[in-house]
């Protein structure tokens, strides 16, 4: 089932935010702020403009996207919705990742959405970009970063 997230949810989804972080290649060099992170999500459950959506089966949580509706480049007329959390444990159903996406999108509506921006940092990026593309987005630019 997917829905809107509640603050009783909010260690379980800390704690994916933990084994996303722990899959991904930035494990090695930080962690996850867990006071912190439950602030944030306390303040995207009470927010109209961020959402906090999760999947949850038999009780147990096993995804979540959190994602919010800006201005571009916070000076722009261009209302996006872009996630900054997203991520699915190995178990859960197939298409669930897709399903909150989905959910995302829908909670931004189509009245105040002109873009959806999504990224993924975690999994294969050629993967992620045929999965991308089935739905229609396109690439439209990369990630460069460097380390100091």
Same mark, same amino acid.
């Given at each position: 089932?997917? !829905?809107? $997230?509640?603050?009783?949810?909010?260690?379980?989804? +800390?704690? #994916?935010?933990?084994? %996303?972080?722990?899959?991904?290649?930035?494990?090695?060099?930080?962690?996850?702020?867990?006071? #912190?992170?439950?602030?944030?999500? #306390?303040?995207?459950? %009470?927010? =109209?403009?961020?959402?906090?959506?999760?999947?949850?089966?038999?009780?147990?949580?096993?995804?979540?996207? @959190?994602?919010? +509706?800006?201005?571009?480049?916070? +000076?722009?007329d261009l209302p996006v919705v872009?996630?900054?959390?997203?991520?699915?444990?190995?178990? $859960?159903?197939?298409?669930t990742a897709m399903k909150l996406?989905?959910?995302?999108?829908?909670?931004?509506?189509?009245?105040?959405?002109? !873009?959806?921006?999504?990224?993924?940092?975690? +999994?294969?990026?050629?993967?992620?970009?045929?999965?991308?593309?089935?739905?229609?987005?396109? @690439?439209?630019?990369?990630?460069?970063?460097?380390? =100091?």
């Amino acid at each position: 089932m997917i !829905r809107t $997230a509640r603050n009783q949810d909010i260690k379980a989804i +800390v704690v #994916l935010g933990q084994i %996303a972080l722990a899959e991904s290649r930035f494990s090695e060099i930080c962690g996850v702020d867990v006071p #912190l992170a439950k602030g944030i999500l #306390l303040s995207a459950i %009470a927010s =109209d403009t961020t959402a906090a959506i999760v999947s949850e089966e038999n009780g147990i949580i096993d995804g979540v996207i @959190l994602g919010n +509706v800006s201005n571009m480049y916070e +000076v722009t007329d261009l209302p996006v919705v872009t996630h900054h959390l997203w991520y699915v444990t190995p178990g $859960a159903r197939p298409g669930t990742a897709m399903k909150l996406l989905d959910a995302l999108h829908d909670w931004a509506g189509p009245d105040n959405l002109k !873009r959806h921006l999504v990224h993924d940092m975690i +999994v294969d990026p050629e993967k992620s970009r045929k999965l991308f593309e089935r739905r229609g987005y396109r @690439l439209a630019g990369y990630l460069y970063e460097k380390e =100091d």
